[in-house]
């Protein structure tokens, strides 16, 4: 049986929290996973360090999204992603929140409209955009910074596009992104206030959004917003409410994550010109190097799943009802899993990572962040053959989310 350690000595929820391993939070998760990798910190929170455990956790059936109403999590279980309250007065979420059936049912219909021709069609508008902000960024005097010149404008101009919002709104699109990707934050690990603000953004969204739907029903366009509004299944169709969470979710599948996988996979490169160099000469590598960033600094630090019955991980006990956390940036640096997991090697294969997730809920959007990286991460190469970091990088105060709020570059 896996030693489950509960010892004064080890990491605690605030260290996570702790400003002093914002930068650099991975010899915490090293400390973690050496001490204890299943640590249970209460008789309801269990915390995951290792990459099988947090696999075969997310692969697990057993382990999902409480209903709302479930006693058992009282407190600790605000389900992922519940955008709004129907007319009933209960809460809807995207289908990240929930458990099959009704997420087969949601994820099918979803799927039908995000598809990943529509995705890969993007591919030249995606190529045309990033030159015209690699372009503005070359005409500012001095150095510029990455997140606000590329990584931050980019996602948020492809998701506004592909859902059809008009350029004039791209900055509430960025304002809402912003403050709704707080919802994939576990309650017990939000900072004061933050839940309040959420939840005013994720009423300011949908209330944009249903006139956007409303404008869609009578005037269709050739947007993933038209298709899903139109999508069916046989008698089957997303109810407004679904529609609703689901552009919610990928709001934040096709703008956070991926603004956070650019600035970090760039300054990853600029901390290890071998690798810069590699890429430099070998476009080639740029999908397999995509991978790699994603593994050695994931965007999505963490998640959690609920024991929704008895169940056990590693030979450890999980009574149902439990809380378990897990630490998607500690797994993808198991040394057990990867050889020497703290190197950034851009050639390594396979590259087996959790950055998207693993089971039902993998990412619906990780097509559409690949791509945007490739295509960052490749002009970026070509128009600045020799960028050098021009000060500090500072990191965003997210606990789930780790991404940088500033990356100061010089293009060379």
């Given at each position: 049986?896996?030693?489950?350690?509960?010892?004064?000595?080890?990491?605690?929820?605030?260290?996570?929290?702790?400003?002093?391993?914002?930068?650099?939070?991975?010899?915490?998760?090293?400390?973690?996973?050496?001490?204890?990798?299943?640590?249970?910190?209460?008789?309801?929170?269990?915390?995951?360090?290792?990459?099988?455990?947090?696999?075969?956790?997310?692969?697990?059936?057993?382990?999902?999204?409480?209903?709302?109403?479930?006693?058992?999590?009282?407190?600790?279980?605000?389900?992922?992603?519940?955008?709004?309250?129907?007319?009933?007065?209960?809460?809807?979420?995207?289908?990240?929140?929930?458990?099959?059936?009704?997420?087969?049912?949601?994820?099918?219909?979803?799927?039908?409209?995000?598809?990943?021709?529509?995705?890969?069609?993007?591919?030249?508008?995606?190529?045309?955009?990033?030159a015209e902000l690699f372009t503005a960024m070359e005409s500012a005097p001095g150095p510029v910074?990455?997140?606000?010149?590329?990584?931050?404008?980019?996602?948020?101009?492809?998701?506004?596009?592909l859902l059809g919002v008009p350029d004039a709104d791209r900055h509430r699109m960025l304002m809402?992104?912003?403050?709704?990707?707080?919802?994939?934050?576990?309650?017990?690990?939000?900072?004061?206030?933050?839940?309040?603000?959420?939840?005013?953004?994720?009423?300011?969204?949908?209330?944009?959004?249903?006139?956007?739907?409303?404008?869609?029903?009578?005037?269709?366009?050739?947007?993933?917003?038209?298709?899903?509004?139109?999508?069916?299944?046989?008698?089957?169709?997303?109810?407004?409410?679904?529609?609703?969470?689901?552009?919610?979710?990928?709001?934040?599948?096709?703008?956070?994550?991926?603004?956070?996988?650019?600035?970090?996979?760039?300054?990853?490169?600029?901390?290890?010109?071998?690798?810069?160099?590699?890429?430099?000469?070998?476009?080639?590598?740029?999908?397999?190097?995509?991978?790699?960033?994603?593994?050695?600094?994931?965007?999505?630090?963490?998640?959690?799943?609920?024991?929704?019955?008895?169940?056990?991980?590693?030979?450890?006990?999980?009574?149902?009802?439990?809380?378990?956390?897990?630490?998607?940036?500690?797994?993808?640096?198991?040394?057990?899993?990867?050889?020497?997991?703290?190197?950034?090697?851009?050639?390594?294969?396979?590259?087996?990572?959790?950055?998207?997730?693993?089971?039902?809920?993998?990412?619906?959007?990780?097509?559409?962040?690949?791509?945007?990286?490739?295509?960052?991460?490749?002009?970026?190469?070509?128009?600045?053959?020799?960028?050098?970091?021009?000060?500090?990088?500072?990191?965003?105060?997210?606990?789930?989310?780790?991404?940088?709020?500033?990356?100061?570059?010089?293009?060379?």
């Amino acid at each position: 049986m896996t030693h489950v350690d509960a010892t004064a000595a080890l990491p605690s929820l605030q260290d996570l929290l702790d400003p002093r391993h914002q930068a650099d939070p991975y010899p915490l998760y090293s400390r973690w996973r050496t001490q204890a990798p299943l640590a249970r910190l209460d008789e309801q929170l269990l915390v995951l360090t290792r990459y099988e455990d947090c696999a075969a956790v997310l692969r697990d059936g057993r382990f999902g999204h409480p209903d709302a109403d479930d006693p058992r999590f009282t407190g600790r279980a605000r389900p992922a992603l519940e955008v709004l309250v129907d007319d009933d007065g209960r809460p809807v979420r995207g289908f990240l929140g929930l458990n099959p059936p009704s997420h087969t049912r949601l994820r099918s219909l979803v799927s039908q409209a995000f598809t990943r021709r529509r995705v890969e069609l993007l591919a030249p508008r995606i190529e045309e955009l990033t030159a015209e902000l690699f372009t503005a960024m070359e005409s500012a005097p001095g150095p510029v910074d990455l997140i606000e010149g590329l990584a931050t404008p980019l996602p948020v101009a492809v998701i506004s596009e592909l859902l059809g919002v008009p350029d004039a709104d791209r900055h509430r699109m960025l304002m809402w992104s912003h403050a709704v990707a707080r919802a994939l934050v576990p309650d017990f690990l939000l900072p004061p206030g933050a839940a309040e603000q959420e939840a005013q953004a994720r009423r300011e969204f949908t209330d944009y959004l249903r006139e956007l739907v409303v404008e869609r029903r009578h005037a269709p366009g050739d947007d993933l917003l038209s298709a899903l509004v139109g999508v069916h299944d046989g008698g089957d169709t997303l109810t407004e409410n679904e529609l609703l969470a689901t552009c919610t979710l990928l709001l934040i599948a096709g703008h956070e994550t991926t603004v956070n996988l650019i600035g970090n996979g760039t300054l990853a490169l600029l901390r290890h010109p071998d690798q810069l160099e590699r890429l430099r000469s070998d476009p080639d590598l740029t999908d397999n190097a995509v991978e790699e960033l994603l593994r050695y600094d994931s965007p999505v630090q963490l998640t959690v799943r609920f024991a929704l019955q008895d169940a056990e991980v590693a030979g450890v006990p999980v009574p149902a009802g439990t809380t378990l956390l897990l630490l998607i940036g500690a797994a993808n640096r198991d040394p057990a899993a990867y050889e020497d997991p703290d190197r950034l090697d851009i050639g390594r294969t396979p590259v087996r990572h959790l950055a998207f997730g693993q089971g039902i809920h993998f990412c619906l959007g990780a097509p559409l962040a690949r791509l945007e990286t490739r295509i960052a991460l490749r002009t970026l190469l070509q128009r600045a053959p020799q960028p050098r970091l021009a000060g500090e990088p500072e990191w965003k105060d997210h606990i789930t989310l780790r991404g940088l709020r500033r990356l100061p570059l010089s293009l060379g």
